[in-house]
Nanobody
């Protein structure tokens, strides 16, 4: 079992940046795929980005070139650097240990002027 705690969300203006962190309660070395998902009001949860144990990332088309996922296995933490934020990026962002089906509680990101 692993607990995942997200942090770093908040209110930012369009064009701004945020960095989300996901801290795990135990080592993530054995977790093959870690990911970030998001859910906007009235919409289904969607994939934002994933990263393999070996550091290979995968991104949704809507965030390619703007978001960067990374993982620090030594710190049991996964990050999501979000640049050039748009209003449509507003959502609750969730961290996931994808192949082990664990989820965090989410952190709110609001992009608004």
């Amino acid at each position: 079992q692993v607990q995942l705690v997200e942090s770093g969300g908040g209110l930012v203006q369009p064009g701004g940046s945020l960095r989300l962190s996901c801290a795990a309660s135990r080592s993530i070395f054995s977790i093959n795929v870690m990911g970030w998902y998001r859910q906007a009001p009235g919409k289904q949860r969607e994939l934002v980005a994933t990263i393999t144990k070996g550091g290979i990332p995968n991104y949704a088309d809507s965030v390619k070139g703007r978001f960067t996922i990374s993982r620090d296995n030594a710190k049991n933490t996964v990050y999501l650097q979000m640049n050039s934020l748009k209003v449509e990026d507003t959502a609750v962002y969730y961290c996931s240990a994808v192949d082990q089906h664990y989820w965090g509680q989410g952190t709110q990101v609001t992009v608004s002027s």
